[in-house]
């Protein structure tokens, strides 16, 4: 039976693994074309807009009068945005399309995954379960809440939903009842500190004004970066606006509400690279050594500098053979003139 159990148990987390191995590949791979989206698009519009250019230059050198040179200009001008705005919409179509597809993919993985752990739940045993469940359930995958997050009484809870709940049959009635949730669970929150939290002067993305200029309208849609390409920060605490992030951004981006000061953490955490320690106890002990072995060569040179030095003193001081000579001749005429 035991064998049974382990052989069924390994069966299922092999699966698990295959599903998620799967799901991080596809994660992997629409990160992948997201940056390729972008690259190519901005690789693809100076090419054309350097086209663009050397095709009105050479317009304007070659063209015999100027109504020829103005009608090449446009003509130049109109094709290279036809050419630009088709390329556009071309690579934003095949890579939508190819990420939503992946996005489909993951979803389905998802899914299937739940689905297996709750067969797990109702079928296997408590252990088994817990084992599994520990190591594929959801708490594996995403971090826990912050412990700076406020907790809601269970009381006030319920009565917040008996008054949703109660304002079904009155449409106009549910704004409010939602806006006085919004203020309790805020109220709680600010009671539940145990210090104040500064809410920060900007917030941590910056907000796309809808009025803006042919001129950014234009630069946005050359590289990719308009409204239609960012996703709004909304804070789960006080449900505020906290700026536009960007699209590879968004998923894996934490940050601290500007308003109520709370901290939302990513929905996605990124793999993380192992990067090995170096130990530097060897590097620290051939640095001591060569510095050693420096100090030891410097009190060589300096003691064969002192022996040079001894040396010359000494050849200087001892007489040559001539001196000698002279020494000797000068004492000796010395001691016969003391004798005469």
């Known amino acids: 039976m035991g064998n049974i159990l382990f052989r069924r148990k390994k069966i299922i987390t092999e699966e ?16 992948n074309n997201i940056s390729s989206k972008h690259s190519i698009q ?4 100076l ?39 088709s390329t556009r919409f071309i690579t934003e179509k095949f890579f939508n399309w190819c990420i939503q597809k992946k996005r489909d993919a993951c979803y389905e993985i998802v899914k ?26 959801e708490s594996a995958y995403h971090p826990p809440a912050s412990s700076n997050m406020s907790k809601i009484n269970p009381a006030n809870e319920v009565t917040s939903v008996q008054h949703i709940s109660s304002s079904d049959s009155a449409p106009y009635r549910f704004n409010s009842s939602l806006n006085q949730l919004r203020k309790r669970t805020n109220a709680q929150s600010i009671d539940s500190k145990t210090e ?58 934490s940050y601290r509400c500007w308003v109520c000061g709370e901290f939302n953490p990513a929905r996605r955490q990124r793999r993380s690279i192992f ?45 040559t053979s001539g001196e000698e000579k002279m020494l000797n001749s000068h004492g000796g005429d010395s001691h016969e003139e003391e004798i005469s």
């Not at 901005?42 to 519009?45: L, P």
């Open 112 to 137: 299937k995954k739940h689905e297996i752990l709750e067969r797990v739940k109702e079928t296997e045993t408590f252990k088994v379960a817990k084992e599994i469940l520990d190591e594929f359930g």
């Open 275 to 319: 990067v090995p320690h170096i130990e530097r106890k060897n590097s620290n002990q051939s640095r001591d050594s060569l510095g050693k072995s420096r100090f030891n060569v410097a009190d060589v040179i300096d003691t064969n500098c002192a022996k040079d030095s001894l040396v010359e003193k000494l050849e200087n001081d001892i007489p």
């Open 47 to 85: 090419v054309l807009l350097a086209c663009m250019t050397v095709s009105i230059g050479i317009s304007l050198f070659r063209a015999r009068d100027s109504a020829q040179c103005i009608l090449y200009s446009l003509i130049s001008f109109f094709a290279g945005m036809v050419v630009l705005y």
């Open 196 to 253: 104040v939290v500064n809410p920060m002067k900007m917030p941590p993305r910056p907000f796309v004004r809808q009025s803006r200029s042919v001129i950014e309208k234009f630069v946005d849609f050359v590289f990719g970066d308009g409204p239609n390409n960012r996703y709004a920060l909304i804070c789960s605490h006080c449900y505020e606006h906290n700026g536009m992030s960007r699209e590879e951004e968004f998923d894996y981006m």
């Open 42 to 45: 901005c690789f693809s519009t």
């Open 16 to 31: 698990l693994q295959k599903l998620h191995e799967r799901h991080q590949l596809l994660e992997e791979q629409i990160r």
